[in-house]
């Protein structure tokens, strides 16, 4: 529900964006939120921390971020003959998706009082 409802915000938000916003938005999004998640759960998780893993990390947020959306999207656009979009989506991505899950790691380091 949540990646849906993501979907139909980032379409009304870009409407002619030309990108799958609204994927691109989940898994940079979804990295941030990763990024947070093992933050927490690494200094904070207590003795529960395998189970909130599965469920968050595995579940919540491996049904939010998605994969195969993208592929297809990137194929979309090769088939489409839009190469260069397709390689700044590809490239940003994953380049966006990692680098916000290094900054929620960040935050959660410090919000925890554990340093950098």
């Known amino acids: 529900m949540a990646r849906y409802g993501l979907g139909l915000a980032a379409g009304r938000l870009a409407p002619n964006a030309g990108w799958p916003v609204g994927t691109f938005a989940a898994n940079v999004g979804g990295g941030l939120l990763m990024g947070l998640l093992v933050g927490w759960l690494a200094f904070r998780g207590g003795a529960q921390q395998e189970m909130v893993r599965l469920f968050a990390a595995v579940g919540v947020l491996g049904g939010f971020t998605t994969f195969s959306s993208y592929s297809l999207e990137a194929v979309q656009m090769i088939e489409r003959r839009q190469i260069g979009l397709a390689a700044a ?9 990692i680098a916000a899950l290094f900054v929620g790691l960040m935050v959660a380091r410090r919000a ?4 950098a």
């Open 112 to 115: 925890f009082g554990v340093p």
């Open 89 to 97: 989506y590809v490239i940003g991505s994953v380049v966006l998706a």
